[in-house]
């Protein structure tokens, strides 16, 4: 299987990319091959500019997508799977995390509109995996709603919404509070995820 990781964190000391290792790790031990969007690292532009805004709201439909979210479109149409790795920064994804959706899931890739209907989507992606690193333990998370409100957005709308054929988002959660071995949980899930995807 051919994955596409979308990663988003700024710092390489941080328990997010120990997650990504662990997750890359566990991909290499069953052969998968990968290629990792690393968002920060690239400086991926993530702020959709008007000239994009004109496109993606109709008033100019037949202007060219940008050279970089081209390149993206092409990562998730020739891989097996797309896995989306970031940090729960405020109930939802990192900015940068949410400009690559603005600007990669761009009009006629993602979707199709007339007369504001949608008309479907050329994405093509048989699986994907959100692995979301939380602060708050899990159970918190779902006792005041943000899973269920993450699982909404980001599975429902973001993938299934455009064509995933399936979708699962993971919550390594408690990573504020220091529980004896929390850690060392959370990466071997990640590894497994990875193994066995
Ligand atoms: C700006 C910011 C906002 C955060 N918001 C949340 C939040 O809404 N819920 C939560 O559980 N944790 C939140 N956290 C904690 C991170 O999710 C947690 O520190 C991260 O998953 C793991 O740490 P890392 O930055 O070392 O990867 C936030 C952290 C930062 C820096």
Same mark, same amino acid.
């Given at each position: 299987? +051919?994955?596409?990781?979308?990663?988003? +964190?700024?710092?390489?000391?941080?328990?997010?990319?120990?997650?990504? @290792?662990?997750?890359?790790?566990?991909?290499?031990?069953?052969?998968?091959?990968?290629?990792?969007?690393?968002?920060?690292?690239?400086?991926? $532009?993530?702020?959709?500019?008007? /000239?994009?805004?004109?496109?993606?709201?109709?008033?100019?439909?037949? !202007?060219?997508?940008?050279?970089?979210?081209?390149?993206?479109?092409?990562?998730?149409?020739?891989?097996?799977?797309?896995?989306?790795?970031?940090?729960?920064?405020?109930?939802?994804?990192?900015?940068?995390?949410?400009?690559?959706?603005?600007?990669?899931?761009?009009?006629?890739? /993602?979707?199709?509109?007339?007369?504001?209907? +949608?008309?479907?989507? +050329?994405?093509?992606?048989?699986?994907?995996?959100?692995?979301?690193?939380?602060?708050?333990? *899990?159970?918190?998370?779902?006792?005041?709603?943000?899973?269920?409100?993450?699982?909404? *957005?980001?599975?429902?709308? !973001?993938?299934?919404?455009?064509?995933? @054929?399936?979708?699962?988002?993971? *919550?390594?959660?408690?990573?504020?509070?220091?529980? $004896?071995?929390?850690?060392?949980?959370?990466?071997? $899930?990640?590894?497994?995820?990875? $193994?066995?995807?």
């Amino acid at each position: 299987m +051919h994955v596409f990781i979308v990663y988003a +964190h700024p710092s390489e000391g941080s328990f997010t990319h120990s997650i990504l @290792e662990a997750f890359v790790d566990g991909l290499a031990e069953s052969d998968h091959s990968y290629e990792i969007s690393d968002l920060y690292e690239m400086n991926f $532009k993530t702020d959709l500019d008007l /000239a994009e805004y004109e496109r993606e709201s109709g008033r100019e439909k037949n !202007r060219d997508i940008p050279e970089d979210v081209k390149l993206e479109q092409e990562k998730i149409n020739r891989s097996d799977a797309l896995v989306l790795i970031y940090p729960l920064w405020w109930s939802d994804c990192p900015a940068k995390m949410k400009g690559w959706f603005d600007r990669v899931y761009s009009r006629g890739f /993602a979707y199709e509109c007339e007369n504001e209907q +949608h008309m479907g989507s +050329h994405m093509k992606v048989k699986k994907a995996l959100v692995i979301c690193a939380a602060g708050h333990s *899990v159970e918190h998370l779902e006792e005041i709603g943000i899973i269920k409100s993450m699982r909404t *957005v980001m599975v429902n709308d !973001r993938l299934i919404g455009v064509g995933a @054929e399936q979708a699962e988002m993971v *919550v390594l959660g408690g990573t504020i509070s220091g529980e $004896k071995g929390g850690r060392e949980r959370n990466l071997k $899930k990640a590894f497994d995820l990875g $193994k066995n995807i």
